[in-house]
C-alpha cells in the first residue's frame, strides 16, 4: 500500500505509475481533481484522477484523493481515510511542490534576496517544506506500525550536490537543501522502528511542463534538439539528450521499496542514476540517463563531450 502526495504530474506521477507497474495499491494526492475544487497554483488540465486510472491501466490499483497538503485538516482526514478502508502505509512519498512558476525561468535565477519576491520566496517555502512536514506529522503513524516501512522524500539535487553549489535563489536553494536534510532527520527518528527514509531526486525531468515549454511530447522528445523541428517553441539545449522520463525516478523509488535491505539507504539521499546503476533498472527507452555526473564532469569543468556517453 503506498500514498503518493503530490501525484498529479511530473515525478509524482511517474512514482505512482511504476508502483502501478509493481502491483502495488497507490493512493494519489494533489490540488488538481476532476472530483473536487482545490486551488492549484498551476492552471494545468493534469488531475489526480488520469494519475489514478494510469496507476490501474499498468496493473497496480490506483486511488485518487483531492488533498491541499497545507492544509492540516485535509491531511488529518485522508489519514483517517486510509486508516478506515487500508489500515497500514507500507511507502509514503512526499513529492508535494507547486513552486515551479514561482522560481521562474532561467532569467530569474539568481535573482538576490533583497530583490526576490518576498511573499513568492516564503511561499515556495511552504509548499517545499510545510506540505511534506504536515504530511509525515499525519501519515507517518500508519508507516510505523508494523516494521519495513519506507518514506521517499523528493527533492532536486543530491544533500552532497547541494551542500557546496548554489541553486538557482536563497528560497529555492534552502526548500530543496531542507527537504534533503528532512530524509536524514526523519530517517533518525523513523529507525527505532525499523524504517527508511531516504532522499530521491531525478535529473533533468521530462515533466508535462518541461515538454510543453519546448513543444514536444514524450513520443517525440527528442525533437526538442532540433532547431527545425518544432515551430514557435524554443530549441532545448544539447544536454536535453540527457533528460529522463518520470517513470525513471518512479522506478527508482520501486527499487528502493522492492530490495529487502533498503535500511542501508536511511537517512541518505542519491539520483535516480546512482540508483538504476545500483539496482540495474533503465528508463522507458532501456537507457539510463545520468545528466547529474555529466554536469558534473563535463559541463561545469567547460570541456565538450558526446551526452551519449553519459546515458
Excluded at 60 to 86: C, K, S
Excluded at 92 to 100: C, H, P
Excluded at 152 to 170: F, H, K, L, Q
Amino acid at each position: 500500500m503506498a500514498v503518493v502526495a503530490g501525484a498529479t504530474r511530473g515525478a509524482g506521477r511517474g512514482i505512482a505509475a511504476a508502483l502501478g507497474e509493481a502491483g502495488a495499491t497507490v493512493i494519489c494526492t494533489g490540488r488538481s481533481s476532476g472530483a473536487r475544487a482545490i486551488r492549484s497554483d498551476y492552471n494545468r488540465g493534469e488531475t489526480i484522477e488520469e494519475t489514478a486510472d494510469l496507476v490501474t491501466q499498468l496493473g497496480g490499483t490506483g486511488i485518487a484523493v483531492a488533498v491541499d497538503h497545507l492544509e492540516p485538516d485535509q491531511v488529518n482526514r485522508l489519514a483517517e481515510q486510509i486508516r478506515n478502508d487500508h489500515g497500514h502505509i507500507d511507502v509514503l512519498v512526499n513529492d508535494i511542490w507547486g513552486g515551479e512558476l514561482l522560481k521562474g525561468g532561467p532569467a530569474q535565477w539568481n535573482t538576490p534576496i533583497w530583490e526576490h519576491d518576498l511573499d513568492n520566496g516564503l511561499r515556495i517555502l511552504r509548499l517545499a517544506i510545510d506540505t511534506h512536514l504536515i504530511t509525515s506529522h499525519h501519515l507517518l503513524p500508519l508507516l510505523i506500525d508494523e516494521p519495513g516501512g519506507l518514506l521517499v522524500e523528493v527533492t532536486d539535487g543530491t544533500a552532497d550536490y547541494n551542500a557546496s553549489r548554489y541553486r538557482i535563489s536563497v528560497f529555492y536553494d534552502l526548500a530543496k537543501v531542507a527537504v534533503n536534510r528532512l530524509a536524514y532527520s526523519q530517517g533518525h527518528e523513523l529507525q527505532p522502528h525499523e524504517a527508511t527514509a531516504v532522499a530521491v531526486t531525478p535529473g533533468w525531468l521530462r515533466s508535462e511542463m518541461m515538454l510543453d515549454t519546448f513543444g514536444v511530447s514524450e513520443e517525440n522528445w527528442r525533437d526538442a534538439l532540433d532547431p527545425t523541428a518544432v515551430d514557435d517553441h524554443p530549441s532545448a539545449p544539447a544536454d536535453f539528450a540527457l533528460s529522463e522520463s518520470p517513470r525513471f525516478i518512479g522506478r527508482a523509488v520501486v527499487a528502493l521499496a522492492s530490495d529487502p535491505h533498503r535500511t542501508r539507504w536511511n537517512q541518505k539521499s542519491a539520483n535516480s542514476a546512482q540508483l538504476a546503476s545500483e539496482y540495474g533498472f533503465t528508463d522507458v527507452d532501456g537507457s539510463q540517463p545520468n545528466i547529474w555526473r555529466f554536469i558534473e564532469e563535463i559541463r561545469e569543468p567547460g570541456l565538450d563531450a558526446n551526452p551519449d556517453d553519459y546515458r
